[in-house]
């Protein structure tokens, strides 16, 4: 096996796709720790999953196809990427996936609520965080050197739907919700 060490990032730069260097804390290599550390929180959901849990392909397109954002994010513009992007389908289908949960969550989310419950749902909710962040990190990029719009559409959902997934899993374990606050818009209707 190849040595895991380099040395080549000792003096604060990395390599990206088409073989430039750029400050480690380049927006891009930013924008790419991020949705690693996404990815790394999905593997710890997986992991605390049953193999046979229906969640567990879904989970798993999501986590191969953000190795491909990932790669998409590490080439500037002007560099081919061969790797096939499949966010937009990807995105559909989390929103699909999202329709069929709301469906079934029996209720309404009109409150802020406390991340926590049970063990899956916090990590779900600590994904919630970690997506929000790789999309701002996108987002600034994007007004550098733009990013496919696939890529943050697909992004922000998966933001939502690990919040959808957090709640039904409190519902899937009987755990209760704990409210913060009311949403500001249902309070000044009363």
């Known amino acids: 096996m190849k040595r895991v060490y380099t040395k080549t990032g000792d003096k604060g730069t990395t390599g990206i796709h088409g073989g430039a260097r750029v400050p480690k804390d380049d927006i891009r290599i930013e924008a790419n720790g991020c949705l690693d550390e996404l990815n790394a929180v999905i593997g710890i959901v997986r992991s605390m999953l049953a ?3 229906g969640w567990q392909e879904l989970l798993h397109a999501v986590q191969r196809e953000l190795m491909v954002v990932m790669s998409h994010v590490a080439t500037p513009s ?4 061969p790797n096939p992007l499949s966010a937009a389908e990807l995105t559909l289908r989390c929103e699909q996936e999202m329709d069929a ?3 079934l969550l029996l ?3 009109g409150y802020f609520l406390l991340p926590g419950g049970t063990p899956i749902s916090a990590q779900l909710q600590f994904a919630r965080t970690v997506a929000r962040r790789a999309e ?3 987002w600034t990029l994007h007004r550098q050197d733009p990013v496919n719009e696939d890529i943050l559409r697909f992004i922000n ?4 739907l ?3 997934m957090a709640r039904m899993e409190m519902q899937r374990q009987d755990w209760p919700e704990e409210k913060w606050q009311e949403f500001a818009y249902k309070r000044k209707r009363q």
């Open 157 to 160: 959902r998966l933001s939502d």
């Open 51 to 53: 193999a046979e849990d």
């Open 136 to 138: 701002r990190r996108l």
């Open 101 to 103: 949960m709301t469906v």
């Open 107 to 109: 209720t309404d989310n």
């Open 162 to 164: 690990f919040f959808v």
């Open 78 to 81: 002007g560099v081919v990427n």
